[in-house]
């Protein structure tokens, strides 16, 4: 008893949630609304004057005919007047349906992708960090399209339900007892939409969960490929994917089965009703009760209000996967982990100024873990540089993501130029801060697009900042320089070559401080040496902190940091450090020993 409560309420829950959600597009596009809308009312309306013209074509013309063997030509032609007239203004009201239905809908769907995706740009790493990719791209994509599902037979249902109201009151005026005989179809056609909304909801609920880990599963196979084909897993990640899918088969072919059965019901329902009407017409024309023209007209009718009954079956069919699609985007767009900002500007410097950046007391932990950094404290002096040391997940990378602003401290403060990073305004710190990670993306698109991303740059520049990073040789050389397409992900590129594509994405842009997270580890030593020297050499001023390993690298810095344990342990220069510090020393030539023998 308590199931069959609770799977009620869930049900009233679907459709009134259902009904607003469609209040939302509503809303959102009234004018086009209005506009389907009454292109539907007035399709029904002339459906309806449809029966009508057939009752008076039957009354003038059809009986005149059989009785009298003949039919006058001005009869013959107010028929086709009426027919075709009719059918005109008809068609007007479908088109008008159709289009705006199908521009609400896309509207709705497009500008639900727009917010999405901005919100998903406004959402901190962390925050994706905990959301699959695969489920992300579904919210974008399935989830929307499931939310505004119901748009397209909107306007229908609601014009359809002024077509069936004209119809029955018609009917009744027709002839009251053969509609009160017609109209008894009405609640078989009630329950058998009921039974369709509990059979098929929760199995919409759940094919539209299982498209997401559909989505998830091929997205995980398909970024690591490389993985799954040097350890021969195709076949075991065929086989997961296989499994999912099938089960999303399997759900779809129920619910399937499901519309299978409900659809010829609700079809035949208004047929039986017919029927029945025919019976007692004749019956009722036998005994003079009633008139065939009246007979006619209700069994028409009666087929006409069928439709609306069936409209709306579509709409509220479409309910429980749109209230599931469109929860599943509001719980992006309600997202609260957002990333705040202030109103600050940085103070203008003159140019080859360096930033001065600062980390004071800067504690940080991920989830529940235990706490990453602890108290870390420095200083990068304005055009001078930084390198810091650890062991793998000691917390350089979170320490870079701070600085960029990636992500926030949950305790201290970081400051550029005495000004805390919170405090600035949206896109402040990208201006004059730029980061390079040792896993280098590069976009479907030429060096030149890869290299500008938008920013208003000349080639000169790009070649300018390629000989920096030390990759104006290898550019020149593709088959068609800086306008050479690099395939998803720069796949046509080595490793090398896209973190140097990277670091003159960085430079071009002329950063007062430049953040590398090893970010030429994909190099090879001489070339790494000639990159870093290049900086050195052409940084005008650029202030630099960097995550290194080897020791050439580590010795070009003006102070080296220690990181153990998530807190800075010593720090100084590279030769004080190794002839004081056995940790440290180890460390370094620990990672020289390994590259060697790699």
């Known amino acids: 008893m308590a199931t069959t409560a609770a799977m009620g309420r869930e049900r009233a829950s679907a459709m009134r949630d259902g009904f607003a959600v469609l209040a939302v597009a509503i809303r959102r596009e009234p004018w086009v609304f209005a506009v389907s809308t009454i292109g539907s009312v007035l399709f029904g309306a002339l459906t309806v004057a449809d029966a009508w013209v057939l009752g008076w074509s039957t009354e003038h013309a059809v009986i005149p005919a059989f009785r009298d063997g003949e039919i006058g030509s001005g009869v013959l032609w107010a028929v086709v007047a009426l027919f075709v007239g009719v059918a005109i203004v008809r068609a007007v009201g479908i088109v008008a349906r159709r289009l705006g239905a199908g521009i609400m809908q896309y509207r709705m769907q497009a500008h639900d992708r727009r917010e999405v995706t901005r919100k998903y740009l406004d959402l901190p790493i962390a925050w994706h960090q905990r959301h699959p990719t695969g489920q992300l791209l579904s919210n974008a994509n399935a989830d929307v399209e499931a939310a505004w599902g119901p748009i397209a037979p909107l306007p229908m249902a609601v014009g359809t339900v002024a077509m069936m ?64 084909k040097t350890l021969g897993r195709e076949e075991e990640e065929t086989a997961r994917f296989a499994a999912k899918s099938h089960e999303l088969r399997d759900v779809l072919v129920r619910a399937g089965r499901i519309r299978a059965a409900f659809d010829p019901i609700l079809a035949g329902l208004p047929s039986l009703g017919v029927l029945a009407v025919l019976a007692v017409g004749v019956a009722r024309v036998e005994t003079g009760a009633s008139v065939a023209s009246s007979v006619v007209t209700i069994s028409y009718l009666l087929t006409v209000v069928a439709f609306p009954i069936r409209s709306i079956g579509w709409l509220l069919g479409e309910f429980p996967r749109s209230v599931v699609g469109f929860r599943r985007v509001r719980s992006v767009l309600d997202a609260i982990d957002h990333t705040p900002y202030g109103a600050t500007v ?25 706490p990453l950094l602890e108290e870390v404290s420095f200083t990068v002096p304005a055009g001078g540089s930084v390198a810091v040391v650890g062991e793998t997940a000691s917390g350089k990378t979170t320490l870079t993501a701070l600085v ?58 790009i070649w300018e900042a390629l000989r920096t990073a030390q990759g104006d040789g290898f550019v020149a050389a593709l088959p068609d320089g800086l306008d050479t397409r690099l395939g998803e992900r720069g796949a046509s590129l080595s490793g090398g070559q896209r973190q140097r594509i990277a670091l003159a994405r960085a430079l071009v842009r002329r950063p007062r401080l430049l953040v590398l997270d090893d970010a030429t580890s994909a190099v090879d030593p001489e070339v790494e040496s000639r990159i870093l020297g290049a900086l050195r050499a052409g940084g005008a001023g650029t202030s630099l902190l960097v995550v290194a390993y080897r020791k050439a690298t580590i010795a070009l810095a003006d102070e080296v940091l220690h990181l153990a344990d998530g807190r800075v342990v010593d720090r100084g220069g590279h030769a004080e450090l190794l002839a004081r510090s056995r940790r440290y020393a180890d460390l370094v030539n620990a990672y020289e020993q390994e590259e060697v023998v790699g």
Do not use: C, K, W
Not at 174 to 182: I, K, Q, Y
Not at 359 to 364: K, N, S
């Open 346 to 370: 940085l103070p203008a410097a003159s140019p080859g100024t360096g930033l001065r950046l600062e980390l004071d007391g800067v504690r940080f932990r991920y989830a529940d873990e235990q």
């Open 404 to 461: 960029a602003r990636l992500i926030d401290p949950a305790a201290g403060t970081v400051r550029v130029d005495g000004v805390d990073v919170r405090e600035l305004a949206a896109g402040e710190l990208a201006r004059g801060i730029s980061l390079v990670g040792q896993t280098a993306f590069l976009f479907d698109d030429t060096v030149r697009d890869n290299i500008a991303l938008g920013a208003e740059v000349s080639d000169e520049q």
């Open 165 to 228: 109201v004209i119809a029955v009151a018609q009917m009744l005026f027709t002839d009251a007892v053969l509609a009160a005989v017609g109209l008894l179809v009405f609640p078989a056609v009630v329950v058998a939409n009921l039974v369709f909304q509990r059979l098929s909801s929760p199995l919409m609920t759940r094919a539209q969960q299982l498209r997401a880990e559909v989505s998830e599963i091929a997205h995980e196979s398909f970024e690591g490929a490389l993985v799954v």
